[in-house]
């Protein structure tokens, strides 16, 4: 890992996000930073941020060597004073520091090219000679593997299947036939892309299997979550787009189609043939119905059912709310009786005067 | 793939089903069928079917050479008129287009027989000469594979356990210790068979585990989705009958039983001990408490929680309705209440006269 | 399988359980033990247990050579008289089967050590004569297993990584980087330790990964169910203590810790940063929301969404009450509307006087 300066840093920020991170630096310019920290725990030579006005207090007592920071925040905390660390103003301080902590502590990337003698690459696979592929991995016949991708221990890639350029498979993921990832991604251990999608004709009470002909088609820079799955379409295809990001344990059925740049938490359920919009975020464990389409910017809390389209971006929520389960058990209960509980409230507005009394009036200025 | 006209296909269609599905074709039977595809995108040498009547002016407007379709919606749309495509007449048309599919599009089989280089047979296993076996899979001691089984690269079957004839285990499926998959069964990538149940005895608030040693035992074209479980008995073993088709990651619990041809769709948890019946139907995400009993032909919607068994069959619900955040915020609030409010009905009933008033007598009547 | 008669097994249950588990021999103390069965099924030679005293019918009818049951039920069932079967009266019966159990069927451990040929241990690992590696497993650079520790057929151990004396990793188990695992672990088929948390940051409608570079840390007696992910930390690290057991597709987040001896049920998702306290019970597929605080001893009811930190022990629900689907749809449309609901509640008590009728009076006495 390099050491560099505060403004050393700062520089190759701006340049990694192509001039759009700009900063200013307060307080020692020279500061080394050598590694990114938690506020709490961070020492010299760490680089750390406020993620939240609140704990602006932690700045002042903190011992990392910088800090990112709202100029918001900076202001507040210090005025036109030294400040007592290094601070790094910027308007976007959580991708500032991301941008930092990714030069820094840059992914692990393949160290070294080459096809492992463990490995099985298929005589009719295209490896290319810049791509890393380790043992118990197999690429089978008719598979791509781009430049300076990494295919690591066990992992699969079926025939005529694609990865690709600089894009990684940990240990045991499984990229089945003829689906394709593009380039930069990232796709945990356990991952399934391509399994059967679940389609089947129901027949005297019997299941007659459709089989699930299309392929599963991933964008750029997509990132997979461990054991997350993407079922293959039936007929037509199943599509990620560029920029989205899965969590681990999310299935998305057959069919689907995933808008560019969405977030999707853990343990999601998208049933077959949804199409979400692009820059949704889907909390975890939320449950997306098939068949059916929500436009882009919507955010849904974790642990909500979403079951029919959303046509307007917004917040949606829907979520039991928990309680102790003495209380749990009385409240739920009425659930099941608010039509009695509706309709004797009916009888009653029928019961009494329309015109309401001397305390109603109080009401109605 | 073979070439065929609509007539042929027709007859195969017939004879797949057991001679189940009669068809009635209209205009020309000579046409060339290649391949499926939907309605909205099929072009020449295509079969399609209509899912839904709703869809029917498609038919009219398709490139397909042929459509499945019910015979009261053939009807409907021309008459006695020439269709403008082959209709394929059927009164189950969605699983005579299953079939149809199927056999244009057959689900990859092993192209050829034997044992890869790179498996691990243990001399004890027996595996039939007609099977196959890929790369890095393993076959235990006493484990048996049966006549034209696949078991697919990384596959796993542990000591004991047996795979029935034509049956495929997917890349990196794990089918564990002495547990059992019967003929016919599609095992997709990730999925566990076999693993230790969730069975611990407190003690002075620690847990002591109960060896789980029962088996998992899976019946007769039965498929399983990517990365589900299904978790070894304790003592008694797991059952999952004929013709179940589970979705992916499911989890089912030790000793459960899942009756034949019910259909378990993503994402659902099944814990230990729960006996669901025959031919039923469990939304995505749905959770079946452990230790209860579901009665034949029960259908579940998505997201529901079943919380006691269930002795009739029908359609059960149980899903807090999503909204607006802010809506959500305020009616959710009113849950936590919903026994206040009842009380607060009471008094208001108690307060006012039995009889009610003109208005009231209206809805009396 | 040793054959024992029921007052050695008595005693070899004292002596696992450090002293704390005795019991009182009613019957035949000389009886022979074999295996263990549920009460129904038990025939000779087999021990059983009683779980609940509404069976307790069984243990007058059971074939099995022996029982164990509460003192209490043996008092009912028998009085003075000689019992029908061997009881073993235990005032922690479940826990006195359980260790029977074991010892009657030991958790299968390697049979023998040794690296297998098929295996890939790099150079600079470290395995323990005593410990056992099978085929298609890697054992990367830098990592280190512990005495008698068993890591089966295609589980992965990431550079670094380190697994504790008499721990197995079951078939395809990975353990990513630098992450731990104590002595005495159950890793079962499909986990995976150490995958990145799910960090991005924002900006102009993209997501900026955030390097994941904290580990995972898991205490020793910890059992970690089939296709569960544990994530590693983003800088800190996601902690695990000792004695938790971890059901199948369990998904915890980064950076939490779970406290000592805490279970978590199937399905169960734990968003991160969110901190467990000690000897929790999280019911099957209940969702813990992230960057709360739960204290010890809290009982989440299965399904429930826990959305805000808990301070108080205790018993904690909060699922919507399923019910004909139907009255579901009818129920469920009336909470969209609570607040209208209590807002004619209120228009209602305020038209009529404050004082009761005379029917209210009876209510206030």
Known sequence: VAVLTAAELADIVREMSGGRLD??????????????????SAGPGRLSFLANSRYRGQVVSTRAAAVV????????????????????????????????????????????????DGAHVHLEARVDASARVDEFAVVSAGAQV???????????????????????LYPQARLLDDCRVGARCI?????????????????????????????????????IGANSTIDRGAMDDTVVEDGVKIDNQVQIGHNCRIGAHTAIAGCVGIAGSTVIGRRCQLGGASMIQGHISICDDVVVSGG??????????????????????????????????????????????????????????????
């Not at 507040?76 to 601070?87: H, I, M, R």
């Not at 781009?146 to 699969?156: L, R």
């Not at 608010?338 to 409230?345: A, P, S, T, Y």
């Open 23 to 40: 900063s200013e630096l307060r307080g020692r310019r020279d500061v080394k930073i050598e590694a990114v920290a938690p506020l709490s």
């Open 69 to 116: 920071l709202d100029p918001r925040d900076a202001d507040e905390l210090f005025g036109d004073a030294e400040p007592s660390t290094t601070l790094v103003a910027c308007t976007e301080p959580y991708a500032w520091f991301a941008y930092a902590a990714q030069h820094l502590a840059p992914p692990s990337r393949a160290t070294s090219a080459g096809v492992s």
């Open 146 to 168: 781009g430049a300076g991708a990494w295919i690591q221990a066990g992992a699969y890639v079926g025939a005529g299947a694609s990865v690709g350029e600089r894009s990684r």
């Open 187 to 223: 796709v945990h251990s356990g991952v399934v892309i391509g399994a059967d999608g679940f389609g089947f004709a129901p027949l005297d009470g019997r299941w007659i299997k459709i089989p699930q002909t299309g392929r599963v088609l991933i964008g750029d820079d997509v990132e």
């Open 304 to 365: 909500t059912a979403i079951t029919h389209s959303i046509a307007a971006p917004g917040f949606y929520s829907g979520l039991f709310p928990f309680m102790r389960n003495r209380d749990w058990e009385r409240n739920a209960a009425l659930v099941r009786h608010l039509v009695e509980l509706r309709e004797r409230l009916r009888r009653l507005e029928m019961r009494i005067p329309e015109q309401p009394t001397g305390n109603g009036n109080a009401l109605k200025t």
